[in-house]
């Protein structure tokens, strides 16, 4: 089955102590990206990456980091987590007929 | 800037049809489209549009773009419980960025 697999799908964390949320696809796309989803907001992108050893920063790339070291993987990671920071993340692939979501990472940081 | 706008919440009775509005700013765009998104799980592809289109029909869904102005409508007829969820219009700018609503909260009463 084609999908987008996000882990965890729920984390509470303190300020400051770095995190990983994995991202990994099934259908060897290209495209990748974060977005994350704020009452009121909609989905705001952190960042992409159109192919392996690609990334850049979307709207909202301030306190995120990304890497793409293989085709299948996109890994979003927080080097010192801030309140401001606690939101409904997702990761998604692009085929030629729209994104693929996963199905959340819900990040508490306190 | 590119911006997408919906208004937050819809309710309708059961058996009768839901029209879920959005307008947008970039003229660029090449491919509008429709999400839902059900309690707790991620973005749902429900339909899309080429821009080059004035509409297009899917079962009970029926789209509806008004270049000229901008427009984007998602029409579903017969409208069930279980069509409640929030939907998210999102316009595609090209790169692969796609540009997403605040989101439209549909609630069907029986």
């Known amino acids: 089955e084609a999908q987008v697999t996000q882990n965890p799908r729920y984390l509470i964390t303190v300020t400051g102590k770095k995190l990983t949320v994995t991202c990994s696809q099934n259908?060897?796309?290209?495209?990748m990206s974060w977005y994350r989803q704020d009452p009121g907001l909609g989905l705001r992108q952190i960042y992409y990456?159109?192919?392996?050893?690609?990334?850049d920063k979307g709207d909202v790339p301030e306190g995120y980091k990304v890497s793409r070291k293989e085709k299948r993987n996109f890994p979003l990671i927080l080097e010192s987590p801030s309140p401001n920071q606690t939101s409904l993340y997702f990761c998604?692939?692009?085929?030629?007929?729209?994104?693929?979501f996963g199905s959340g990472t819900r990040l508490t940081v306190v | 800037g590119e911006d997408v706008e919906q208004s937050l919440f819809l309710s309708v009775r059961e058996g009768d049809s839901s029209v879920i509005n959005c307008t947008y700013t970039?003229?660029?765009?090449?491919?509008l489209y429709w999400y839902k998104q059900e309690p707790g799980a991620g973005l749902q592809l429900l339909t899309y549009?080429?821009?080059?289109?004035d509409m297009k029909q899917d079962q009970r869904l029926t789209v509806l773009l008004n270049k000229k102005d901008k427009h984007l409508s998602l029409r579903i007829a017969d409208t069930q419980t279980g069509d409640s969820a929030i939907y998210f219009c999102?316009?595609?700018?090209?790169?692969?960025?796609?540009?997403f609503g605040q989101g439209t909260e549909l609630s069907v009463k029986p």
């Open positions: 990456s159109m192919n392996v050893e690609v990334t």
């Open positions: 998604a692939s692009l085929s030629n007929y729209g994104y693929t």
């Open positions: 970039d003229s660029s765009s090449t491919y």
């Open positions: 999102a316009e595609s700018i090209g790169g692969g960025k796609l540009i």
């Open positions: 259908m060897n796309h290209e495209y």
């Open positions: 549009i080429f821009s080059n289109m």
